[in-house]
């Protein structure tokens, strides 16, 4: 099975280099490119990729708008997913960009290996890019004084413990071996949370941890 992508960027030399990119790789198809963020919108509508790459400056309309007038009205847990790109790692396009439902960013000057492994990632659902990263970024952006909302008492104790240490950046086998678990049974937890709380991935759930006060941002303990 193939991994079906757009590219999104507003310079053409840059799509053509990510199509070829992940054009290598023999799990992975672009099918569609766009030079802008109301293009984009039209060509994500008719392919109906799984992955969408998209840059968070450009004319017309932004990657910010474009990825909330393609994610209007998709269910948690369906595609496309969205993954920003970025030239800064602390940009708060990207962080608004979260909370509209991007799946996470990836730094346009990362390795062809980490671009490939960021669409495979965010195509299963199951890691937040750039872990340490978007963490910070989060942590720079999130609520000073957050308000629990009603739906964080719907979580276990044990479903909060992994909340908290996905907002963390940790990844499920890190997870597992901090509280003592077996990964499968981290998993579950991990999707019961997005459920309960209505959330669309692990991006989702680093923002909802942060704004609903379950981690606390500053430095990491």
Do not use: C, W
């Not at 450009?58 to 009205?73: K, S």
């Not at 269910?75 to 997913?81: L, M």
């Not at 990844?171 to 997005?194: G, M, P």
């Not at 991935?201 to 704004?211: F, K, L």
């Amino acid at each position: 099975m193939t991994i079906s992508v757009v590219v999104v960027d507003d310079q053409a030399v840059v799509r053509a280099g990510f199509a070829a990119l992940l054009g290598a790789h023999a799990d992975l198809s672009v099918v569609g490119e766009a030079g802008d963020g109301a293009e984009a919108v039209e060509v994500v509508g008719r392919l109906r990729p799984e992955v969408v790459l998209m840059d968070v400056r450009m004319p017309v309309m932004d990657g910010l708008e474009a990825t909330r007038r393609i994610l209007a009205g998709v269910a948690p847990g369906e595609p496309p997913r969205v993954v920003m790109l970025t030239t800064f790692d602390l940009d708060e396009y990207v962080y608004d960009a979260l909370r509209a439902g991007a799946s996470g960013f990836l730094l346009k000057h990362s390795s062809p290996d980490e671009l490939a492994a960021a669409v495979r990632i965010v195509a299963a659902g199951d890691a937040l890019l750039a872990p340490s990263v978007t963490r910070r970024l989060v942590e720079d952006f999130a609520k000073v004084q957050p308000v629990l909302p009603a739906t964080a008492a719907e979580l276990t104790p044990r479903e909060t413990d992994v909340l908290r240490l996905v907002a963390r950046g940790q990844s499920n086998r890190e997870i597992a071996a901090t509280l003592v678990l077996a990964e499968q049974t981290v998993k579950t937890h991990v999707s019961r949370i997005l459920t309960k709380l209505d959330l669309r991935d692990r991006a989702q759930a680093v923002v909802y941890a942060y704004e609903a006060g379950v981690v606390v941002p500053g430095p990491r303990r």
